[in-house]
């Protein structure tokens, strides 16, 4: 900074402080929804917690009634029948303890935790918390609703007050109605009055949500500005139109791509209808109108394919990671995208050896600390975390993948592995630390940590990776990955797990020319849709329970393009987008319309998946790749127990994009060495066909010294021990007088 004129010295201040104000509200944000999060989290155990403590009660209450049933078994006359039933009632406590404990059963009925919620919301500050976020943030509504908007100043306008009550001047029809149940109570002398700690809940609750879904935003923040003011102008997307529209093959009106939609569907649909009576051992549609899938048997691996792994396993040269970076160094120079955030020459002794250096302690997981007490001196923490931070970043780290990728596909091998032209899309879980943004507790996987979305090539090569939160829905990053990729590999078919795929997803998707495939898990509740509403087909008419709304689509034809067109200009992310276009708005009529369209292209695709065997074969086996490349890709972030420590999402990113590019370097170098392999066993007269090759995997690790080499130095005398242990001398004490 110091060799920076004042003018430019004043301007990078200016910039460095509005854009750490923007990451500030976003982290702000964040920190509202997550604390909300937590507490509806509270309230649902609690409600858990209660019903257990009242099971006793209800079996009590059970047994009550059981004996009133058993004493009225003989058909007492009516006085008798009464007395008995007394008589039982008053051995259980009593009317009113019996009525105490069906009032108390009563109130957990249902799913109903919202009144819970107070108990928590009232302990460990969180109160004066989120209502100091809210004060720090700018709060508006993107639609003309303000309801809540306006609700929001009426609780901060109160909220000072002892009072448990409020007058009844406040709009509460933007919540819902169980909401509504417990903040508007009726008085006794007539009229009604708001409970003031319930409102609070109510708001903060519905706040939470609508940030989320984009109905209200944060002034002056990134994720949670008003995404509708990013998108381009209709004026700013005619002259864009003609060139997508060609690109594409898309008419050029909406009532013109609405009769292409019907047409395809519709020809979909009988192409269907008129082969199912030969699919009988693919798919059969049940009583109810459901598909039932005919398991089919994985083949397992031939003779021959097994005895050409061995002899290649035999072959394969035993290697330790940082050679392998080296050797991919050689033929690549990855490391030529690193250096100074400045764009200078970098002033490292080395800095080829450091970058490969630092890529192996951060790719491995080990950490400047560790990974400097293993290198005899060569490097200190400080040098290690000092490159970290000042000459890689996600972006550079992505460039250098982007090369490694590039120069694995000229090779022959991966050719027959897949074509690239589809790639499958998986989340692991890694383990973070509890006390930051990013970390949530996750129900599939169980324990708290963020997800790493890999996009895998058919051909076994990671393309593309995030960091994300576990609360995030998967499917919102599976586009995004595919437009970030700027590698000579570039799918235009990407399979996911049922995680990857939603309504809106599936329109995006179309939308962009990518062909969402996803495998489907639970196909028998899946909602397919019928083009028209008198349209029947002879054999698959079962499978339709609703009509799409071709209007609506129409409608927002124009709407529809703003978003594509923004997207593909750069001036929003699909994951932004997708992120707001969620099922929670109410509001969005965008994501209306987004969802119709899904709706049609999700319904001509899950015809597709059942009536076709090899296309289910062809997504099963991409999706398997993937998810043997998350295993790949861990087994080489061995150190810190795989605990990502950093809390800094930046860092987070970095550290999967670390790990892939140290996992694609080690793919290529097993490409180079199978080739090499194979071209020997060529040599040697060995017999082999494509399809035994192609059955082949580059995920290969029993020859990979993982921890490097331990050598046993002799000749370095250490010096005798000595076994005589010697005391300091104890000092006379001095005594002042």
């Known amino acids: 900074m110091k060799d920076f004129s004042r003018e430019k010295r004043i301007t990078l201040l200016l910039c460095l402080m509005h854009r ?5 509200r976003d982290h702000l944000g964040t920190l509202f929804i997550k604390r909300m999060a937590s507490l509806h989290k509270a309230g649902k155990e609690e409600l858990e917690r209660v019903r257990e403590q009242h099971r006793e009660r209800t079996e009590s209450l059970v047994s009550t009634l059981t004996e009133v049933l058993q004493s009225l078994q ?61 004060d720090a943030l700018r709060l508006d509504s993107t639609s003309e609703d303000r309801r809540l908007i306006q609700a929001l100043e009426f609780v901060k306008e109160h909220r000072n007050l002892r009072g448990d009550w409020l007058p009844d001047e406040v709009d509460l029809s933007f919540a819902p109605e169980a909401w509504q149940r417990i903040i508007r109570v009726k008085k006794r002398v007539g009229g009604y009055e708001i409970a003031r700690r319930q409102l609070e809940v109510c708001v903060f609750s519905c706040l939470a949500t609508e940030l989320k879904t984009g109905d209200v935003c944060i002034q002056d923040s990134d994720d949670f500005a008003d995404y509708r003011e990013q998108l381009l102008s209709w004026e700013e997307c005619s002259p864009l139109l003609p060139d997508y529209l060609d690109e594409m093959d898309f008419p050029e009106s909406g009532r013109e791509f609405i009769q292409h939609l019907q047409d395809w569907m519709n020809g979909t649909c009988q192409a269907v209808d008129r082969k199912y009576p030969d699919c009988g051992d693919v798919v059969v549609i049940n009583e109810k109108g459901e598909p ?54 970098p002033k490292l002794e080395k800095p080829t050896e450091r970058y490969i250096l630092n890529t192996f302690t951060y790719g491995c997981n080990l950490g400047p600390a560790q990974a400097a007490r293993h290198m005899r001196g060569l490097v200190t923490p400080k040098m290690l975390s000092f490159v970290n931070q000042r000459h890689i970043t996600a972006k550079k780290l992505d460039q250098a993948i982007k ?112 062909k969402l495939m996803p495998r489907i898990r639970n196909l028998k509740h899946r909602t397919f849709f019928r083009p028209f509403e008198d349209v029947r087909y002879r054999h698959i008419d079962g499978l339709f329970t609703e009509t799409i709304d071709w209007k609506l689509i129409e409608t927002h034809w124009k709407d529809l393009l703003r978003v594509v067109l923004s997207i593909k200009a750069g001036k929003i ?32 695709f899950l015809l597709e998946y059942i009536s076709d065997l090899e296309l289910r074969q062809q997504i099963t086996a991409t999706t398997n790749k993937a998810e043997a490349y998350n295993g790949f890709s861990k087994w080489l972030f061995f150190g810190g127990e795989s ?33 090499a392999a194979l071209r020997e066993l060529t040599k040697e007269g060995y017999g082999f066909d494509s399809e035994s090759v192609a059955a082949l995997s580059p995920y290969m690790t029993s020859h990979i010294k993982r921890f490097g080499d331990y050598i046993i130095d002799m000749d370095n005398a250490p010096e005798p021990p000595e076994p005589e242990l010697i005391f300091p001398e104890s000092l006379p004490l001095e005594v002042s007088v």
């Open 643 to 675: 605990v990502i420590a950093d809390n800094d999402p930046e860092e987070q990113e970095k550290a999967i994009k670390y790990n892939d590019l140290v996992a694609n370097a080690v793919i290529f170098q097993n490409v180079v060495d199978l080739t």
């Open 573 to 604: 992310s699909s994951a932004t987008l997708l992120r707001k276009l969620s099922n929670y708005s109410r509001k969005n009529r965008l994501y209306k319309a987004f969802r119709e369209l899904g709706r049609v292209v999700r319904t001509v």
């Open 403 to 514: 090369d490694v990728i590039n120069e694995y596909y000229r090779f022959d091998l991966p050719q027959l592995w897949g074509s690239g032209k589809t790639a499958a899309a998986d989340g692991t879980k890694y383990d973070i630390y509890e006390e930051n943004l990013l970390a949530e507790y996750h129900i599939r996987y169980g324990g708290y940590g963020g997800i790493a979305y890999h996009h895998v090539s058919d051909n076994y090569i990671a393309l593309f990776s995030h960091f994300i939160p576990c609360g995030v829905w998967e499917a919102v990053y599976i586009i995004e990955g595919l437009l970030k990729n700027e590698s000579d590999i570039q799918p235009d078919t990407v399979h996911a797990d049922t995680q990857g795929q939603s309504t809106p997803v599936f329109a995006l998707a179309h939308l962009l020319g990518i």
């Open 20 to 24: 750490g104000q923007a990451k500030t």
């Open 74 to 134: 003989d058909d007492p006359q009516d006085a008798e029948a009464g007395r008995l039933v007394k008589a039982t009632l008053a051995a259980h406590g009593g009317i009113s303890d019996l009525l105490n404990d069906c009032e108390a059963v009563a109130s957990c009925h249902g799913n109903n935790y919202l009144p819970l919620i107070l108990k928590f919301f009232r302990r460990n500050s969180h109160r004066s918390v989120l209502f100091r976020v809210i």
């Open 292 to 345: 039932e899938l005919k398991k089919v048997r994985a083949k397992d691996p031939t003779a021959d394919q097994k005895h050409l792994e061995q002899l290649i396993l035999e072959r394969m040269p035993e290697r330790s990671i940082l050679d392998i970076l080296c050797n991919v160094e050689h033929w690549v120079r990855w490391t030529r995208h690193f250096g100074p955030l400045s764009g200078s020459d």
